[in-house]
C-alpha cells in the first residue's frame, strides 16, 4: 500500500547563510547628449533643467546598442569583476522595463551571450525599483539554495519611450546597463529587503496609451506610440516623503544607524528628491552621496547598479563600504536594502 500524502517528506533546499555582492559592471552608450541638445526640442534652458533635476548630461543608445547588448556586456564586466568563473552562474535576472518584446523575454538571450546558455534566466519588471527587487530575489534564491551565482541586472534603453517635445520628460531619462554578482557568502553582505507599492498612486507615472490602444489606433491608420509622462510634483511629494521613511525602515530592519554607513546610493531619479531624502535622513558629511545623474540621467532599473559602479571608480566608495541602496519609482513602486560593496570594477 502507497504511503499516504500526510507521511511524504518534500526536501528543502540547502543555501548559503548569507550572500555578498561579488562583482560590478556597466555598460554606458557612446553618446552624449547634453541639455542643449534636449532645449533644441523644448522650451527651456539648460541652467533651469539642471536646478530642477541635478542633470547636465545623459546617454542615449544607438541603433547597435540594444537592451540585450548593452545587459550581456554589463553581465560579462560583473563576471570578470567578480573573478569568477562564468560557468559558475546558474542564473540571470534581467530588470527592465523597456525590451522591445515580451516574448521572448530578454534574459535567456542575455544568458546566452555570456556563454551560459540553459540556465534559469528571466526577466522582472518594476519600474525604477526593478534592481533592488531583483537583488531581493537572487539574494532569497542564494539563501534558499536555488541558485549559488545570480547575475543581475539592471538595463534601460528609455529614450525609446520619451516624446523630446515634451516639457517635463524630455530632459530626465537617459539608457544604460549596470550589473552585479551575487554570490554565496559564509557572512552576509546584503541585508533584509524592505519593499512595496502604492498602486493608488500608479498613475502617476504611466504610459500614455497601452499597447491595446495603440494596436487599434493603428488599424485605422498612423497611430502615435505611448509615451512615458508623470506627475512630477505628485511623484517628488512621495518620494521625499514616503521613500525616505522607507530608508529610515531599512536601516532600522537591518540594525545599522545612518552614522554607521559609509554611502548613500539612491535611485538617481532627480537631484534634489535625493537630497531631500539624506536630510530627512540625518546623513552626516563622511557619507558619501551618489549623484551619476548629472552626467547619465534617470536611467531607471539600471541607475542604481550604474551610480555604485561610478562611485567605485571614481573612489568615493570603496570594497566593504556599507552602503544604504533604495530604488523607487513606476507602480508607484520602491526597494531598500543594505548592502557592503564590491571591488571596483577593472578599469576598461
Not at 526536501?11 to 552608450?29: F, S
Not at 568563473?85 to 530578454?106: F, G, K, N, Q, R
Not at 520628460?169 to 557572512?187: H, L, N, Q, R, W
Request: glycine share 12%.
Amino acid at each position: 500500500m502507497a504511503d499516504s500524502n500526510d507521511t511524504v517528506t518534500i526536501a528543502t533546499g540547502e543555501g548559503a547563510p548569507g550572500a555578498a555582492l561579488l562583482g560590478i559592471g556597466a555598460y554606458r552608450p557612446g553618446r552624449v547628449v547634453s541639455n542643449e541638445e534636449i532645449c533644441e526640442k523644448i522650451d527651456s534652458t539648460s541652467e533651469w533643467i539642471y536646478e530642477r533635476s541635478g542633470i547636465l548630461n545623459r546617454r542615449f543608445a544607438s541603433e547597435d546598442e540594444s537592451v540585450i547588448m548593452m545587459a550581456s556586456a554589463a553581465a560579462q564586466k560583473a563576471i570578470v569583476s567578480a573573478g569568477i568563473d562564468a560557468e559558475l552562474v546558474d542564473a540571470v535576472i534581467v530588470c527592465t522595463s523597456t525590451y522591445e518584446s515580451m516574448t521572448p523575454h530578454s534574459a535567456p538571450k542575455v544568458a546566452m551571450n555570456i556563454g551560459r546558455n540553459g540556465i534559469a534566466a528571466f526577466d522582472l519588471t518594476a519600474g525604477c525599483a526593478g534592481f533592488g527587487y531583483g537583488l531581493a530575489v537572487a539574494t532569497n534564491l542564494i539563501r534558499g539554495g536555488g541558485s549559488k551565482y545570480v547575475v543581475v541586472v539592471g538595463v534601460e534603453r528609455m529614450s525609446d519611450g520619451i516624446d523630446f517635445t515634451d516639457r517635463n520628460t524630455a530632459f530626465i531619462f537617459g539608457d544604460g546597463a549596470g550589473a552585479v554578482v551575487v554570490g554565496p557568502s559564509e557572512g552576509n553582505d546584503v541585508g533584509p529587503v524592505v519593499w512595496g507599492s502604492d498602486g493608488e498612486k500608479a498613475d502617476a507615472i504611466k504610459q500614455t496609451k497601452n499597447w491595446r490602444e495603440f494596436i487599434d489606433e493603428a488599424t485605422e491608420g498612423p497611430a502615435a506610440q505611448p509615451f512615458l509622462v508623470m506627475d512630477g510634483s505628485k511623484v517628488f511629494r512621495w518620494a521625499a516623503v514616503q521613500v525616505s521613511k522607507v530608508c529610515a525602515e531599512t536601516l532600522e530592519t537591518t540594525g545599522v544607524t545612518a552614522e554607521q554607513i559609509q554611502a548613500f546610493i539612491p535611485h538617481q531619479a532627480n537631484g534634489r528628491i535625493n537630497s531631500a531624502m539624506a536630510k530627512h535622513l540625518g546623513l552626516p558629511d563622511t557619507v558619501a552621496i551618489a549623484n551619476d545623474i548629472e552626467q547619465t540621467g534617470n536611467t531607471s532599473a539600471a541607475s542604481i547598479p550604474l551610480a555604485m559602479e561610478a562611485m567605485l571608480r571614481d573612489g568615493q566608495a570603496k570594497q566593504g563600504d556599507l552602503a544604504l541602496c533604495i530604488g523607487f519609482g513606476a507602480g508607484l513602486s520602491y526597494a531598500g536594502q543594505l548592502v557592503r560593496l564590491p571591488a571596483a570594477p577593472p578599469v576598461d
